[in-house]
């Protein structure tokens, strides 16, 4: 079966930095694309990033373009979300999902179970 699994997630300070990943297992990673989602405490669901399957085009929301960094290793079957110049409102619970297609298309089939982010001094 299709498991996505976050990790890396923890406290950091303002301006500091982190990497999440996701392990993903129970279908042809290289064959779709991923992307990121968060949502904050009392908050809607946010989309962060995505890629592509073979990782050739990235995206991003406004709110993290210049400081997130999307990538994927398909040998590992991985994806990851470098996180620097962290702001206290990027405090979330982060989660990677599956796209149907190779795409983005922003059409989710599975996620993960989420990883928490914390910015505070």
């Known amino acids: 079966q299709v498991q996505l699994v976050e990790s890396g997630g923890g406290l950091a300070q303002p301006g500091g930095s982190l990497r999440l990943s996701c392990a993903a297992s129970?279908?042809?990673?290289?064959?779709?694309?991923m992307s990121w989602a968060r949502q904050a405490p009392g908050k809607g669901l946010e989309w962060v990033s995505g890629?592509?399957?073979?990782?050739?085009?990235?995206y991003y929301a406004d709110s993290v373009k210049g400081r997130f960094t999307i990538s994927r290793d398909n040998a590992k079957n991985t994806l990851y979300l470098q996180m620097n110049s962290l702001k206290p409102e990027d405090t979330a619970l982060y989660y990677c999902a599956k796209e149907r297609e190779a795409t983005m298309t922003q059409l989710y089939d599975y996620w993960g179970q989420g990883t928490q982010v914390t910015v505070s001094s």
């Open positions: 890629i592509y399957s073979d990782g050739s085009d990235t």
């Open positions: 129970g279908f042809t990673f290289s064959s779709y694309a």
